[in-house]
């Protein structure tokens, strides 16, 4: 077996597509992962504020997770099977129906697709545009939904459209909550544009949105506004649909994001976090009444990745059979918030944003953030930026990370922001 060393990054360069886009912020070759910490193959570590861009809600390698799995691979367990039953789907499909859906009352069927999160957005879109028998899609101005074309047309960053080549179409955009400014009702636009027939939007299939909008600069919505477009759906006869692949598992401090906002999605895309172990899983729920699909209708050669059932029932039996979990992800937040006051205050106008584990600091251009990121980095921290213009700094670290590890790279970041603000103090004088 060939041990890649740092002196091998150069393959990289040499080999792999200029699409890569994470490596370019953090250049070097990762080793050993566990829990909430990276270690390069030279031996540093890093703490891991970035977390697979929340598709590692529960840490790298957890324990219990990765002992299941490869007992189950030892034991010849089943890793392709298409969509055939097999004991590992079962066990999963049980252990969400009792952990997940029946506490919360929650009637849905699954579905699975191919493995990615875009997967489960065109898996949705598609069967939106059948149960209704309309084609229009609205999506919400800063919504990332994937980078697929059905996907990619509900998504707003111009940057990800322009690498389409071909003319993104069936998507009427409308403001998110706040993208207006304080003093207008966006829900309340949404509603006058659908209820208005000289508008110019066709009455729309389905009303897709994320509650915190993870990509487009951690634009919380309120609960007040989801009920409102929620309503708003069903008032003009399309589905309601939320995406909860960032923004779910735990990740806002509820398994789903829109749990205490009163809502009944008639969708769910779900993914990353979704098989707990990093390992490739995306589902849609889907409420009974709208399970029209036929056999293979929508298909995906790796729909049924068994090693992800795997450890996704593993993650719902450990984390999520009673309250303590979220109990926990909650004081982690509150740490998380007050921590991110401090140090936003070290800045002019900077402001937090987000909510539950998922929150991050505007800090007002993406130059500033990027620089930010960068000290971090080099002091043994992974962070990264999102918003339309990178202008945020943004947390997605484990949401079970110890809290030991969680203040060191607070402090990381409390520091390279301290460097700047005092620089910047400095040139002012």
Same mark, same amino acid.
């Given at each position: ?11 990289? !360069? &040499?080999?792999?597509?200029?699409? &890569?886009? #994470? ?9 050993? +992962? ?37 007992? #189950? ?34 009637? #849905? ?51 990800? &459209? ?97 749990? !205490? ?57 450990? #984390?999520? +059979? ?28 900077? &402001? ?31 962070? !990264? ?33 301290? !460097? ?10």
């Amino acid at each position: 077996m060939t041990t890649v060393t740092t002196d091998d990054k150069a393959v990289f !360069e &040499r080999r792999e597509s200029a699409a &890569r886009s #994470y490596c370019r912020s953090f250049p070097v070759v990762f080793e050993k +992962a566990k829990g909430a910490v990276l270690t390069g193959a030279d031996g540093k570590d890093y703490i891991d504020f970035l977390a697979g861009c929340s598709s590692l809600n529960y840490g790298h390698n957890d324990p219990d997770m990765k002992t299941a799995l490869v007992d #189950y691979i030892t034991n010849d367990g089943v890793t392709h099977g298409l969509d055939m039953h097999t004991s590992a789907k079962a066990a999963f499909l049980e252990a969400f129906e009792r952990i997940v859906l029946k506490p919360r009352n929650m009637d #849905y069927r699954m579905m699975f697709m191919g493995p990615t999160g875009a997967n489960a957005v065109e898996a949705a879109l598609k069967l939106a545009r059948k149960v209704t028998g309309r084609t229009n899609v609205i999506s919400f101005t800063n919504g990332f939904h994937g980078v697929t074309l059905g996907a990619l047309a509900a998504t707003g960053n111009g940057y990800h &459209r322009g690498g389409a080549g071909v003319p993104l179409t069936g998507v009427s955009r409308m403001p998110f909550e706040g993208s207006m400014g304080k003093d207008v009702d966006t829900a309340d636009f949404l509603n006058r544009m659908l209820s208005e027939p000289s508008s110019g939007i066709e009455p729309p299939a389905a009303i897709i949105l994320e509650t915190v909008q993870g990509e487009g600069g951690l634009n919380a919505a309120s609960r007040n506004w989801v009920r409102r477009v929620a309503e708003i759906a069903r008032a003009h006869g399309a589905m309601f649909i939320v995406d909860d692949i960032q923004a779910g598992c735990g990740r806002t401090g509820s398994f789903f994001s829109f749990e !205490e906002m009163g809502v009944e999605p008639d969708m769910i895309t779900m993914a990353k976090s979704l098989s707990g172990f990093g390992l490739p899983l995306a589902m849609l729920l889907i409420k009974p009444e709208h399970d029209i699909f036929g056999p293979a209708e929508h298909n995906g050669t790796f729909r049924g990745n068994n090693h992800a059932f795997v450890t996704a029932r593993v993650a719902l039996e450990k #984390y999520w +059979a009673d309250s303590d979990f979220q109990t926990e992800i909650r004081k982690r937040a509150d740490l998380m918030k007050k921590r991110l006051g401090e140090i936003a205050a070290m800045l002019p106008d900077a &402001r937090l944003k987000g909510r539950g584990m998922m929150q991050g600091i505007d800090v007002g251009s993406g130059e500033l953030a990027s620089e930010i990121c960068a000290r971090c980095f080099a002091a043994g921290l992974i962070i !990264e930026t999102s918003g339309a213009h990178d202008e945020v700094v943004k947390i997605l670290c484990p949401i079970n990370i110890e809290i030991g590890t969680f203040s060191r790279g607070l402090d990381i970041l409390e520091e390279a922001v301290g !460097e700047i603000a005092r620089s910047t103090k400095i040139a002012a004088e």
